[in-house]
Structures are given as C-alpha cells and as structure tokens.
C-alpha cells in the first residue's frame, strides 16, 4: 500500500470533518446527560416523597418528639398547620417540588434544623467513606485481577473463588466479623470511629471488600482478553516487557469496563454506608437517612435522596468521560 | 473507699429484689479489681460514655420527653425532688413541701443560692415559668405534659416558695416530679428559640452542655459552681470528672468491642450475651437498673376476638411456655415477673400461680371457648375462622433476645392450635398498626415513677386514642370498678389505702388474664473497673455520674 499525495488531502479533511462531528456529538452528548440528571432527580424526589408518606406513620410525630409521642391535640395541630402537613398531599408534593426550584430544601422534622445544614454535616463523612472505599476497591481488584491472570490455572481458580465469595459477603456479616477479629480478639484496630486515618480502616475495607469482588470480576475477564489480543502480540514483538506490556497496553483495557461500573459502585457504596455508618458509628448521611426513614422525617429523607441521586449521576457521567479518555473510540462513535 | 460502696449497695438493693441480681452482683469481679488503690477520689479526666439508645432530637426533656433525653439530661438537669433506693421521696431543687389538708395545693419551698449555669438564680419565678414552658403546646411536650395534667396553676408566694395548685388531688405528683422531663432549666434559656435551646440547654447540673455533633458526641464540661446534689448523693461540690464525651453507638457488638478495647469507658443497653461475656472479663462490671413503672409484658387486646373471650386470653398465657424461653435466651440475665409493674416498685403486686405453663389447660380452655375444630394446618377454627393471633413487633423497642423470645411463645401456644402472626417492623409502622386497632397482641414499654402508671395503661379512659393515634390502654381493659380504684389511688395520700388499693387494682389486671408479664424493663449498664462511683439514680434509672472518678 503506497500513500499518494491525493490520500494525504483526504486524510487531513477526514479528521477536520471528524472534529467537528466530535465537537457537535460533545455538545448533544452533554445535553442528553443533563436532561437525564434533571429527569432523575425530579423522578427521585417525587419517589421518595410518595414513598415515606404512603408507609405507615406520622410525620408529625417526627416533629413533635418521635413517633409514639402524647403530644396534644393543640401541639399536633400546631406541627401540622406550620409545616403545611394538613394540606392535601398532591398540594403538599407541589410545593415541595417548587419549594425545591428555589432552593429551598426546608427545615428537618427530627433535627430542627435546615435539611441543608444537616446534610453539609454528614456529608463529608460519608464522602470520605466512599472515595476511600472505591480506592481500595479498585486496588483489591487490580491486584487480585493481575495476580490470577498472570499465575496460571491454579491463581485462576483461587482469584475467581475469592472474588465470588467477597462480592457475595453482605456487609453487617463482614462489619461484625472484622470487629470480633481486630478489635476484640487482636485489639489492632477501633470499632468505632475515632480521630485520624485508623478509625477508617475497619469500615473501609467492609465496603471495599464487597465490591473490589464485582471489579475484580470484570477486571479480570477483561485483562485476559487484553492480553491475547493482537496488540499486545505485536507490542510484545516489538520488545516491550511483560510489566510494560501490562501497564501501558493490556491494563487501560481492563480498566475500560470496572471504570463504566464505577457509577454504579458509588451508588452501591452510599446504600453500603448506611450499613456501615450505623455498626461503626460513624457520622454520615448513611446513618442519618436510616434514622429519618424510620421518623417519617420526608424534608430529610427527600434531601438525603436527592443528594444521593445528583452524586450518582455526577460519577456516572465522570465515569464516561474517563471511558473516553481511556478509549477514544468512544468519542467516535455515536451515542 | 469512701466512693466505690455506691455501686455495691446499689447492686445490692436489686439483687435484694430477686435472686438473679444475687447471682449477677456475685459473678461480678468488680471487688476484685484494684479500683479501691485510692481512698480519695481523683480529680479530673475525662469519661467516655456510649449509649446504644438513639441520639435525642433535642437536649431539652421538656421538648417530646423520651428515655434517650432522660439518659443525657440526668448530667446536666435536676428536679425539684429525687427518690432514694427505698422509694422514698427526697429534697433535690426542693428542700420540703408541704400539701394542703384538700390536697389540692401543693408548696414548695426551693433551695437557697442555687444558680443556673448561665448565671440565673433559681427562684420561684423559674420553676412556674418551667410549668408554663412543658404544659405550652408549642414546646411539643408529651412526658412531662401528661404528669402535669391535675396542675391547674402555680403562683408565686415568695421568691423561694412556689405553689402548685392542682384540679384534683394527685398521690402521684411528687414521683412524677422526680422525672428528669419535669427537669428545672434556666427561664432565661427557656426564651430562646426552640432550636437553640435543644441545642444548648441550660440547668443546674453537675455538668454543662458544651458542644453537640450530631450523629457523633455530646461533650459535657464539669459544672465548676455546682451546689446542688440530691439529698442521697455521695459528695458536695463540683463532679469529680472534668469531661464526658457521651457516643451514640447503636449497634451492639460495635459497642461493647469498644468499652473492652478502652475506647470508652461505659455501654447502656448491654444486650444478655454481652453482658455473660463482661461476667467474664475481669476489667468489667456490670450495673443493673431496671427502669420503674410497668414490667415488660404482652398486652391481650381484649377488645376484639379472639381475647375479648377470657377463656382465650387464658388459654393463651396457659400454652406460653415464657420461662423456658427467657432461661434459654436471656442467659440468666433478666428474672421472670409476674406483675404489671416493675420490680423496683414497692407497691408492685406478683402472682405467679396465674401463670404457669399448663398447654392440657389451655386445650381445655379452648374447647370450652368453642374452637373445638382444627383446619389443615393443625390450627384451632371456630365457625369457620381460624384463631389468628396478630402480634405487631417494634424492631426498634424489642430487643433481639426478646424478638427470639416471642417466637419460641409463638412456636408453644401453636401446640394448643394458635397462629400467631409475629410482625415485625419499625416504630412509625408500629405504632400506626396500633393506632388502626392492627393487632391481637402487643409488649409496649413503658417507663414512669410509681404504681400511677397503672393509670394510664389500664383506665378505660387510655383505650381512646390521643389525637396522635397514640393510646395506651393496649390490653384495652375496660372495667369501671377498676377505672374508680385507680382513679381513688391516685388521690389518696394514706400510704396503707394507697397500695391497698394498687394491689386491687393490679389483682385485678392479673386475674382478668389481660397481659402476659415476661420480666423487668431491662437497663444494664456496663463499665470498665476503674471507672467508680457510678449509680443510677432511683427515680428512672438513668445513670448520674456526679460521684463517678477515674481510677487510673
């Protein structure tokens, strides 16, 4: 195959007419994903609200001290006339809704507070929690990944076993398992939460357990597809080590996948943190969502939620980018 | 050791209530540890507590009035009068009282140069501006509101008397004063917002509330003007500790993982297989302290079938085999009851003949009931209608022993053709199940000073819900003689007409097959050895760590 002049015009003007199409597609790629997130949100809040007023209880209880309350006649209706509880629910969701336009996510039954302040409290906590879990999780995975692709049939088989059991582990088992281990028995580690890095220890590895398991999982399968394919053939040809080999080419490949599923971990590492805030005692807006679920305390619940859901699609829509990043093939095509 | 007897006698007074507490004050090491090392208290440090109940939503008893707030509040907030281990009444805020001949005014003659921590001395004008704040309807009170109820009015007769003057007489008044949600704040502080002072409420106590995390801690500073102990306490003067760092730690293994690592220095809500554990530590001890008012018990409801039938209701108790369960489950931590009220109630009545496990009886009593047919499933019919026994559970107030335990009296009186329908749930869910009138069965704990509890959970008057759902009449017991025999007791103030009259009243209950008594309002507290000087005042046993130092 010779390259004429003629081929090189057409190659040029080929990849102008591509960037182009690439920058349109950037534009229409991002508008799709923010009337996606506006979409979920509005469909998380509107869930939650019908949701915690549909179960049984009384949200004005929640204000008036928790549920079961003696509050009197005169205090009950005082709470529900100045929280608007005593409207029609369809008229209550509305003025939620819109309240939320402003926003204003309003005042928390349980912790007489703004449902704002309240979340900035905790969520830091529970941020913390989650990105240091998602890093070692990944870590776990990687390692496990690499060291059962690359040490034969047998690693194979143990890598496999070990990623199936620890993404089957439920956290509260896993949580009570490592106290009883580190804490009581070798008296290595806190139980609960306690000033500097080593009060993390415990309940990160109870979440990045669980879930490095899932990586690992796709990690693997992948990295083995990576590696008996033609460019690591040709990149091992060209003299490339086999560290090399596994860095620089075969990896980005494996990462492909676990970087999609991240979004989806995240989510998965908020619903873990309610587990785990609560048997670590750990702040966080895992422990808080538990408690306002069970006071019927729906300002907190909604807000809690809708900072959830906005996270979610945040590291989903991060987590596609990066996609690109690592394989421009994405950006070509359309989506 | 001038301090560390406080614990033992404390110990001693339950275990005087029933051999169990005999057993436990024996396993417990804590004679054996080095706690006795100092004669004189050490001055200073700083405690960790964790309790497992929930983080109060607000600091301030007054505001709702739960046992979580009462747990904390016993630290910083006093009331007018205390109770001693005798159950007897004695001066705290108050130093005597006087009640009318009619007994219907009551006044109180408060305790001289006592300051709130900010500065705020008590007077007669703060205890009535206290009143007014429980019984205002936007402080969202509901403890302390309901004890007030026969408080008509209170007036000023000198700056340091008060006067209560009441729609009725009431024998209960000075025992629901002992209730730290009828604490005295500062009035100063009571007219800040609502939120501010749930935040930072302000009293008298031995400790001041210094800062609130939510989710996390509590830190309580030692009150350094402190003047104020109850007539039984140990010491004069500021508390020993300079700090308490109070945790919230709901889980339980979480919990005493931490108190034996160090991390803190004493756990409420031990549950029965960690406390055996702490029985075997030598670095631990164990305070038990059941919570007054009712005994933990299955409530029948009896108005609605199946146990608007005696006969079923007794049935039932007959084919409940509770003790096999509570020994099994509860390791010899909680002693079977055979009354409605707690074991720390002097007036309290038992009648365990009543309640033996006789399953031929129960058959009997249910033949003779006419569920004289059983359906495929082996379970009793009558006309058609299968003896369904719905038993609404709170996760959330029933321990898992106590959970197990229901199950094992569900699996027993299945023998006899029952079908109990145990469900469990949370608390909104539980108490709106309630409110519908949802359930057959029911244990509901409830906490109060004195056999006036009676009152509430079995005046026919409770069965008709507060505009909150909430009633708790739950046995739905409606018998006039028994409405004017509580409602005599609670007015009389002759002490000899007064328990004549509970243990009537309680006879009653028990005879009529309305509940199913299982044992005290469990309240264990465990704490490290060098933690000394620890009790738990007599009124709602809530532990008061004015007296408690550090050994270390």
Not at chain 1, 238 to 267: D, K, M, T
Not at chain 2, 48 to 77: F, I, R, W
Not at chain 2, 161 to 167: A, K, N, Y
Request: proline share 6%.
């Amino acid at each position: 195959m010779t390259l004429g002049p003629g081929t090189e015009v057409e190659a040029a003007l080929e990849s102008a007419a591509s960037t182009r199409r690439s920058g349109r597609g950037a534009v229409r790629w991002l508008s799709t994903r923010l009337a996606g997130l506006l979409f979920v949100l509005w469909a998380a809040a509107t869930l939650t609200f019908f949701a915690i007023r549909l179960i049984p209880g009384d949200p004005a209880q929640a204000i008036l001290g928790g549920p079961g309350s003696q509050a009197s006649a005169a205090a009950l209706a005082q709470a529900r006339a100045e929280y608007g509880l005593d409207q029609p629910l369809i008229l209550q969701y509305l003025g939620q809704l819109g309240r939320y336009v402003t926003g204003d996510f309003g005042t928390s039954y349980s912790l007489h507070e703004s449902v704002v302040q309240a979340i900035g409290q905790q969520l830091g906590g529970t941020l913390v929690l989650a990105v240091a879990s998602l890093a070692v999780a990944w870590v776990l995975a990687l390692a496990v990944a690499v060291f059962s692709v690359r040490a034969g049939r047998a690693a194979w088989a143990v890598g496999n076993g070990l990623e199936i059991v620890s993404a089957a582990v439920p956290h509260f088992w896993l949580a009570t398992v490592l106290i009883l281990l580190f804490s009581s028995t070798l008296g290595w580690l806190p139980a609960i939460n306690v000033p500097g890095p080593v009060g993390l220890v415990l309940p990160v590895v109870t979440l990045a357990v669980p879930l490095a398991g899932f990586l690992g999982q796709v990690m693997r399968e992948s990295l083995l597809n990576a590696l008996h394919s033609p460019f690591v053939l040709s990149a091992r040809a060209r003299g490339e080590s086999e560290v090399g080999v596994l860095v620089r080419h075969a990896l980005r490949h494996a990462a492909l996948p676990a970087i999609s599923l991240s979004g989806w971990a995240f989510g998965s590492l908020v619903s873990g943190a309610v587990v785990v805030e609560t048997i670590f005692a750990r702040p966080g807006i895992g422990r808080t969502l538990l408690r306002a679920v069970q006071e019927r305390d729906v300002p907190l619940v909604s807000g809690i939620v809708l900072v959830v859901a906005l996270a979610y699609c945040l590291v989903t829509v991060a987590s596609e980018v990066l996609d690109r990043v690592a394989d421009p093939r994405l950006a070509e095509s359309p989506r | 050791m001038p301090v560390r007897p406080v614990i033992r006698s404390t110990i001693i007074a339950f275990a005087t209530a029933g051999a169990l507490a005999l057993s436990l004050a024996a396993c417990t090491p804590q004679s054996s540890t080095g706690a006795g090392s100092s004669d004189s208290p050490v001055r200073g440090g700083t405690l960790t507590y964790a309790s497992g109940d929930a983080e109060p939503t607000c600091l301030d008893p007054h505001v709702g009035g739960n046992y979580p707030q009462a747990l904390v509040a016993t630290q910083y907030l006093e009331e007018l009068v205390s109770k001693n281990t005798k159950g007897q009444i004695i001066p705290w805020l108050a130093t005597k009282w006087t009640e009318s001949k009619d007994g219907l005014s009551w006044d109180f003659t408060l305790r001289d140069g006592v300051k709130f921590t900010d500065g705020t001395p008590l007077d007669a004008a703060a205890v009535k501006a206290n009143v007014a704040h429980i019984q205002d309807p936007a402080t969202g009170s509901s403890t302390g509101y309901l004890a007030l109820g026969k408080v008509a009015s209170t007036e000023i007769v000198s700056p340091r008397v008060i006067r209560f003057t009441l729609s009725q007489p009431d024998s209960a008044l000075l025992e629901s004063l002992t209730q730290p949600w009828l604490a005295i704040e500062s009035p100063a502080a009571l007219k800040r917002s609502k939120d501010v002072n749930c935040a930072h409420p302000v009293g008298t106590g031995p400790f001041i509330v210094k800062q609130w995390k939510k989710q996390d801690s509590i830190t309580l500073v030692r009150n350094a003007g402190y003047t104020s102990p109850p007539a039984d306490a140990a010491h004069h003067g500021p508390a020993y500790l300079s700090k308490i760092v109070w945790r919230f730690i709901p889980d339980s293994a979480t919990r005493y993982a931490a108190l034996k690592a160090g991390e803190v220095d004493v756990i409420d809500n031990a549950q029965p297989d960690t406390i055996v554990a702490a029985h075997k530590t030598k670095s631990l001890t164990e305070l038990n302290a059941p919570r007054p008012g009712a005994s933990n018990r299955i409530e029948l409801n009896s108005g609605k079938a199946p146990f608007n039938d005696e006969k079923v209701r007794e049935a039932f108790i007959r084919a409940a085999d509770v003790n096999d369960g509570i020994k099994t489950l509860f390791f010899g931590t909680a002693k079977r009851s055979y009354s409605a009220l707690s074991s720390v109630e002097p007036l309290g009545y038992s009648e365990p003949g009543l309640f033996g496990y006789e399953p031929k009886k129960a058959n009997e009593l249910l033949d003779a009931a006419g569920y004289t047919t059983r359906d495929a499933d082996g379970y009793r019919t009558k006309d058609g209608t299968r003896l369904t026994v719905v038993f609404p559970v709170s996760t959330n107030q029933s321990i898992p022993a106590e959970q197990s335990l229901f199950e094992q009296i569900q699996a027993t009186t299945k023998k006899v053709g029952f079908d109990v329908k145990l469900e469990p749930m949370d608390l909104s869910s539980w108490y709106a199940a309630l409110a519908k009138n949802d359930y057959d069965a029911v244990s509901a704990p409830y906490t109060k000073v004195g056999p006036d509890v009676l009152r509430i959970l079995y005046d026919s008057a409770s069965i008709t819900p507060a505009p909150s759902g909430y009633f708790a009449n739950l046995a739905q017991v409606d018998i006039p003689s028994l409405d004017a025999t509580l409602e005599k007791a609670a007015q009389v103030s002759d002490v000899a007409e007064r328990s004549a009259l509970y243990e009537t009243a309680q006879k009653t209950i028990l005879e009529g097959y309305y509940i199913l008594p299982l044992y005290d309002q469990q309240n264990h507290y465990l704490l490290r050895n060098d933690v000394v000087g620890l009790r738990a005042l007599p009124s709602v046993s809530t532990p008061l760590f004015y007296d408690t130092w550090l050994d270390r």
